[in-house]
């Protein structure tokens, strides 16, 4: 688990592209009915662009609410941003929500804390409300690595697992889904990413073995990479 911030995760990458926002929102509103008068909370929400086109695509009358640590200049203005830790939200929001969605979140959280977050998550859920969490497929994971990346990256997917299974274990009843995007982007890009560290597994890294691991991607891909971008999505209804 890192303890430092990350900034690029969906900056200018297929995470933030129309279509993966528009799938992976008609993913949502397959597994999750909602409405104009839905109200909408984003746990670690990054740049709020799913959200933000959730509330274009429902015409939402309430602005969602998106939260994180980080606050960034380029986020989705339709959103109603807060700056502020998953479980000091709940310390005094008073508001009921039909979802709440954290989306590849939860891995960078110590297990007492998603515990508490869990409580915290199922107090504010409306009569009908549900949570989304979604991380990435531990089993099937294809994400483009070079070879210390892919130590950590298993790392960070067995823990993943771990968690997965202390939220079915406190959740019996929880539903699991999967959600799948078909990834084409060149190897230029990708390797831009790197540099920048995108994803939680590269922030320990040091500069000389990010350039070494950058070597190695070179080598080991095509100009092109193809690649299914896997998540898992546990719902968890209010009980
Ligand atoms: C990998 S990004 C995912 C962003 C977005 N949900 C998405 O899927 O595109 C994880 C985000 O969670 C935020 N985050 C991590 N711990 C958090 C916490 N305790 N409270 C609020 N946000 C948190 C990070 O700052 C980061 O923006």
Redesign the pocket.
């Known amino acids: 688990m890192v303890s430092a911030?990350?900034k690029n995760?969906?900056k200018k990458n297929w995470?933030?592209s129309r279509n993966y926002i528009h799938k992976f929102n008609n993913f949502l509103l397959k597994a999750k009915k909602l409405n104009s008068s839905s109200k909408i909370l984003?746990?670690?929400?990054?740049?709020g662009?799913?959200l933000g086109h959730l509330s274009s695509k429902l015409r939402l009358k309430n602005k969602p609410i998106g939260?994180?640590?980080?606050s960034h200049k380029d986020r989705d203005k339709r959103i109603n941003f807060k700056k502020?830790?998953?479980?000091s939200f709940f310390s005094t929001n008073k508001e009921k929500f039909d979802l709440i969605?954290v989306?590849?979140?939860i891995h960078?959280?110590k297990f007492n804390?998603i515990k508490s977050l869990l409580v915290k998550m199922n107090e504010n859920l409306k009569p009908n409300g549900e949570i989304f969490i979604?991380t990435l497929d531990p089993h099937k994971n294809e994400i483009p690595n070079f070879s210390l990346m892919k130590i950590e990256l298993l790392k960070s997917l067995k823990r993943d697992l771990k968690i997965l299974k202390f939220i079915s274990k406190l959740y019996p009843k929880r539903i699991i889904k999967n959600f799948s995007y078909k990834v084409e982007i060149t190897k230029k890009k990708y390797i831009d990413m790197v540099s920048e560290r995108f994803?939680?597994t590269l922030l320990g890294f040091n500069n000389k073995q990010i350039v070494t691991g950058i070597k190695q991607i070179d080598l080991k891909y095509k100009k092109k990479l193809r690649f299914n971008d896997k998540l898992v999505c546990i719902i968890i209804k209010n009980i």
């Open positions: 911030v990350i995760w969906d995470l933030s984003d746990i670690g929400c990054g740049r662009k799913i939260i994180d640590l980080v502020i830790d998953a479980l969605l989306k590849q979140t960078l959280m804390k979604l994803i939680s």
